[in-house]
């Protein structure tokens, strides 16, 4: 078992190559402005009010990863750029049809 000091040596190996944060890698506060836009102006397909409720609460939840942390991970998955841009294409295909199952409507 490794000791704490090593734990912090390997974890400072691994973050102080890390790259910088990037599109929904980066903290979700930088997307307060247009989310809140967003729900906005869908006011009249939403609940506007519940969703502004979810967004402020993902915004006061605790963040899954730091920075540094989660260059970490992606690291230590081993994938390379494409790789994500593909998973990020499929969540976005799923919440699509997700919408589209719920009878939501294109404007």
């Known amino acids: 078992m490794a000791s704490t ?9 691994y973050t102080s190559t890390t790259r910088q944060a990037r599109n929904r890698e980066r903290p979700l506060i930088e997307y307060d402005e ?3 836009n ?3 102006v869908a006011g009249h397909l939403i609940d506007a009010r519940a969703a502004l409720q979810v967004w402020e609460y993902a915004l ?14 992606v690291d230590a998955l081993g994938v390379d750029d494409a790789t994500l841009a593909r998973s990020r294409g499929a969540a976005i ?7 589209a199952a719920l009878g939501v409507q294109a404007l």
């Open 38 to 40: 967003a729900i906005q």
């Open 93 to 99: 295909n799923q919440a699509w049809h997700k919408l």
């Open 60 to 73: 006061a939840a605790s963040p899954l990863f730091t920075d540094a942390s989660r260059g970490a991970f």
């Open 5 to 13: 000091s090593d734990a912090t040596a390997n974890h400072l190996l």
């Open 34 to 36: 247009p989310t809140r």
